[in-house]
Nanobody, 129 residues
Framework: QVQLVESGGGSVQAGGSLRLSCTAS????????MAWFRQAPGKEREGVAR???????YYADSVKGRFTISQDNAKDTLYLQMNSLKPEDTAMYSC???????????????????????WGQGTQVTVSS
């Protein structure tokens, strides 16, 4: 059973930075595609960034140039470095995982939340103005 545990959330002022971590266990390394999603109160969950087994990364337009997704396979950890944070980035951030498919390798965009099988519990990010 794949388990995902996020950490690193918190409160920060606009313009600040945070790094989220998602530690994975119970899965076969290098077979899984990972992603970050977020959900603000009263809004639908939205994709933030994803990374496939080739190391290709994709971002939502709203975070391009500010956020960076990466992974350390030796530590089974996924990261989301968030810089130049804005109040509109305030949300619960969750990591997600799925077995990579050919679509994940050729599609050049974010995948829908529904295709991910495993989710962490989330970590809250609050950005004040």
């Amino acid at each position: 059973q794949v388990q995902l545990v996020e950490s690193g959330g918190g409160s920060v002022q606009a313009g600040g930075s945070l790094r989220l971590s998602c530690t994975a266990s119970g899965y076969t390394r290098n077979n899984y595609c990972m992603a970050w999603f977020r959900q603000a109160p009263g809004k639908e969950r939205e994709g933030v960034a994803r990374i496939n087994t080739r190391g290709n990364t994709y971002y939502a337009d709203s975070v391009k140039g500010r956020f960076t997704i990466s992974q350390d396979n030796a530590k089974d950890t996924l990261y989301l470095q968030m810089n130049s944070l804005k109040p509109e980035d305030t949300a619960m951030y969750s990591c997600a995982a799925k077995v990579c498919s050919s679509v994940d390798l050729v599609f050049t965009g974010l995948r829908a939340a529904s295709v991910y099988n495993y989710w962490g519990q989330g970590t809250q990010v609050t950005v004040s103005s």
